[in-house]
């Protein structure tokens, strides 16, 4: 039996197709899970939603469920709001990296965050919480 190696064909380097280091590394990130992905859906099993989100889902129902307007809350909907609050946080501290990284620091500190709340629009729902 001979068996075939299929060779990762070169990207074109086109300078007009060529993106940020960033945009590189998170393309790499995407392939990389979709590999994931697709060697889970043809191997085994699918993973449960416990092992997709770093935040506890238990803690997450208990949090949903002190609104008086929520009375069941389903598993789906437990892992949706807690993957939506991994992303709001990966994102706000993004953002108030770069104001650490301007200080010439690697820790963010609360006025870190206070920066990228009043600097970003997206963000000004927030202001005056850390009050």
Do not use: W
Not at 2 to 15: F, I, K, L, M, R
Not at 25 to 51: I, L, M, Y
Not at 105 to 128: H, M, P, S, V
């Amino acid at each position: 039996m001979a068996a075939t190696v299929e060779a990762p064909v070169p990207a074109e380097q086109d300078s007009a197709r060529c993106g940020t280091e960033e945009e590189n590394r998170g393309a790499e990130v995407e392939e990389k899970s979709q590999q994931q992905q697709q060697q889970t859906s043809s191997t085994g099993p699918a993973v449960p939603h416990s092992r997709l989100s770093k935040l506890p889902l238990a803690r997450i129902k208990a949090l949903m469920k002190t609104d008086p307007d929520v009375s069941l809350a389903s598993q789906e909907s437990v892992f949706i709001i807690a993957k939506a609050t991994e992303l709001f946080v990966e994102m706000i501290a993004k953002d108030a990296l770069v104001y650490a990284q301007q200080g010439k620091r690697k820790t963010l500190q609360r006025k870190d965050l206070d920066n990228a709340i009043e600097a970003i629009d997206e963000f000004a729902f927030l202001e005056g919480t850390l009050d």
